[in-house]
């Protein structure tokens, strides 16, 4: 076996463990390599990426329903042929297939993380959902999910082959596909069945989101409410003492008018008094030309 095929057939077994679990047997597979003096396959090892929970849900998924993923892949083959030749009937009844059966799948993915001891959020199921839509929607994408070792989520998003190789531990693996865990017993395709407790875990945690959220609302109601009210007083404040200011604007412009009058008073005064300077000083020299003439 090749060092390639060695490293795809350790990176199989690693995407296909539980999340927790990565760590250590990643840990355990590179010092295996070391041991058998493998340097490189040791390197490649150790740099594979823990998948992220979407991922690791999608992984699993193809794993344990490989022949479901494979009906689900070749009818969006059919959609993107059907969208080539503008089959707009056709289109529109695959694209409700589509639709169906991700929708489906993306709950089957959540029942296989519960039985595996991981639940999935809602955000976390909507990655899963988005995951499989790009799957049928890009053929490249299509193959990076049948790899089984995706490290992060797909978004139908236009983007490249080259991204779509990123979002695989082992870009060399596409074109491969995993081998099932075991065969995919059950219901067909579009009948896939609903987890009661998988419904009610749900709700579950949707009401506790839900009571998350009116709990911060109302804290933030709460905190509003208190701004209005300091701003009030403030507001009320700051009136009082304008209206306060007022007060005393106006008895200051009361006290300037009974002081202009004063002052005109005190004008008029000031002239009389020049005026009677004027004609004393008149007098005054007069009579100092009447006693010169005597001298």
Excluded: C
């Excluded at 250590?24 to 396959?41: I, N, T, V, W, Y």
């Excluded at 409700?96 to 809602?122: D, M, P």
């Excluded at 976390?124 to 070792?149: C, I, P």
């Excluded at 695989?168 to 995993?178: C, D, F, N, Q, S």
């Amino acid at each position: 076996m090749g060092a390639d095929e060695r490293l795809l057939s350790l990176a199989g077994e690693l995407y296909g463990g539980l999340p927790a679990d990565f760590t250590p047997q990643r840990a355990a597979a590179e010092k295996a390599a070391k041991a058998d003096g493998d340097k490189d396959l040791a390197a490649a090892v150790k740099n594979l990426k823990k998948p992220s929970v979407g991922a690791w849900a999608v992984n699993l998924l193809v794993r344990r329903e490989t022949e479901q993923i494979d009906q689900v892949l070749t009818l969006a083959e059919s959609l993107r042929a059907a969208a080539a030749a503008l089959d707009g009937a056709e289109l529109r009844a695959l694209t409700k297939q589509r639709r169906q059966l991700t929708s489906a799948l993306s709950t089957r993915a959540r029942q296989l993380a519960l039985e595996h001891g991981n639940r999935l959020t809602q955000a976390v199921a909507d990655q899963v959902e988005g995951t499989l839509n790009a799957a049928m929607l890009d053929a490249g994408a299509a193959d990076a999910v049948r790899t089984g070792m995706l490290v992060t989520t797909l978004s139908a998003t236009g983007v490249d082959e080259q991204s779509w190789a990123s979002a695989v531990a082992v870009p060399e693996a596409l074109g491969t596909r995993i081998t099932p865990a075991e065969p995919a017993p059950g219901p067909a395709l579009h009948v896939v069945p609903e987890n009661k407790r998988l419904l009610r875990e749900t709700a579950e945690e949707a009401l506790s989101e839900a009571e998350a959220e009116v709990k911060a609302a109302t804290k933030a109601a709460a905190k509003a409410e208190k701004a209005v009210a300091d701003l009030q007083g403030k507001r009320f404040q700051l009136r009082s003492e304008i209206d306060e200011l007022q007060r005393r604007i106006d008895a200051l412009e009361n006290r300037i008018e009974g002081l202009d009058d004063d002052l005109e008073v005190a004008e008029q005064d000031h002239e009389d008094a020049l005026e009677t300077v004027g004609e004393a000083e008149t007098r005054r020299d007069s009579a100092q030309k009447a006693l010169d003439k005597l001298a």
